[in-house]
């Protein structure tokens, strides 16, 4: 099974380079099974602590939480992904992405001020 992660980057004092790609037993296994283990950084991003996948296109949207900003990304392989257009800003220290089922809108929440 294929997952992809977030995790801090150099911006939040880390290590990360943005959206990661871990592997559970077979990449295309419909099941995770087997150790988990790295397989590279599928897109760069600044700190994208939360994301959340559109419900019916290949884009995952990240929340940048050290720059303030949400990003959408296209999928353009099957661990790649590239900026979809600018990053939006949403407030101080957003953490938490959510998209509606419909895919029509988008909610983030942001720690640093409360929007």
């Known amino acids: 099974m294929r997952l ?10 880390a290590h990360a380079e943005g959206i990661g790609v871990l592997h559970a037993g077979s990449p295309d296994g419909v ?4 150790a988990l283990r790295w397989a590279g950084t599928a897109a760069a991003s600044a ?19 050290g720059a303030g900003t949400v990003q959408a ?19 101080g220290a957003p953490c ?7 895919g029509r809108s988008l909610i ?3 720690y640093g001020d409360g929007q």
């Open 31 to 34: 099941l995770a099974g087997g």
């Open 108 to 110: 983030a929440s942001c």
């Open 4 to 13: 992809f992660a977030g995790g801090y980057t150099a911006d939040m004092d």
């Open 96 to 102: 938490h992405v959510a998209v509606a089922p419909d």
């Open 47 to 65: 700190s994208p602590s939360w994301i959340a996948w559109h419900p019916t296109q290949d884009v995952i949207y990240a929340a940048q939480e």
């Open 73 to 91: 990304f296209r999928r353009t392989g099957e661990e790649s992904f590239a900026s979809l257009g600018a990053a939006v800003a949403v407030g």
